[in-house]
């Protein structure tokens, strides 16, 4: 089955590292994205890794993929008050498209 | 640059009418989908097309239609409104998979729908 899990919530001071953590179950996942959704506004493609990789950077964010565990992470380095938002993590399978989001993890960032 | 546009940002509707939402995208994607985001959760696909005159369920399809009549346009229709049907209703489009070339799908800003 598929299922994709997140923490809720996550508070930062402006300056620090956020890391958003996510789960998921179905192994025969191939690409796993991150998300991005501000206030009243669709959600933003923020980066996605495939998954016979382990580490993508991209700018101040790192993916971390632990296939073995199904533990996806993403890690935004210098975390500022723009980035205040929800977080969602997804699966999808290659060659087909249908994502399975998480829950979404609010990051509240504070000066 | 329009990419997925989405109409009407807002309504609300009384139990048992009806309403179609609409989804326009100019990057000529075969791909649409319409998604539903339940307040703290994440987002449930309702139904997918890979190309025009092509449709098939999601995940939660009960209670909507869609049709595809041309590449840009994928509108939802709700014939009898109920109050399980509030909600925020995303569309998005991409392009079909290339072996592994990924192809993000790309989100309109929503339509926020409630039911009284």
């Known amino acids: 089955g598929e299922d994709v899990e997140q923490s809720l919530f996550l508070s930062v001071r402006e300056g620090d590292s956020s890391v958003i953590n996510c789960t998921y179950t179905?192994?025969?996942?191939?690409?796993l994205y991150w998300y991005k959704q501000e206030p009243g506004a669709g959600l933003q493609l923020l980066t996605y890794?495939?998954?016979?990789?382990d580490m993508k950077q991209d700018q101040r964010l790192t993916v971390l993929l632990n296939k073995k565990d199904k533990h996806l992470s993403l890690r935004i380095a210098d975390t500022q008050t723009g980035d205040s938002a929800i977080y969602f993590c997804?699966?999808?399978?290659?060659?087909?498209?249908?994502?399975?989001f998480g829950t979404g993890t609010r990051l509240l960032v504070s000066p | 640059n329009a990419g997925v546009t989405q109409t009407p940002k807002f309504r609300i509707l009384k139990i048992g009418q009806s309403m179609t939402l609409q989804c326009t995208q100019d990057?000529?994607?075969?791909?649409m989908y319409w998604y539903r985001q339940d307040p703290g959760m994440g987002l449930k696909l309702i139904y997918y097309s890979v190309g025009a005159g092509i449709t098939d369920k999601g995940e939660v399809p009960n209670g909507y239609n869609v049709s595809r009549s041309t590449t840009e346009d994928f509108p939802l229709r709700l014939e009898l409104a109920a109050p399980s049907q509030t909600s925020v209703y995303f569309c998005?489009?991409?392009?079909?998979?290339?072996?592994?070339?990924?192809?993000?799908?790309?989100f309109g800003d929503g339509t926020r729908l409630s039911i009284l």
């Open positions: 998005a489009s991409s392009y079909p998979d290339r072996g592994h070339s990924n192809q993000p799908q790309h």
């Open positions: 890794i495939f998954s016979n990789m």
């Open positions: 990057m000529n994607h075969n791909y």
């Open positions: 997804a699966e999808s399978k290659t060659g087909f498209q249908k994502l399975v």
């Open positions: 179905d192994s025969s996942s191939t690409y």
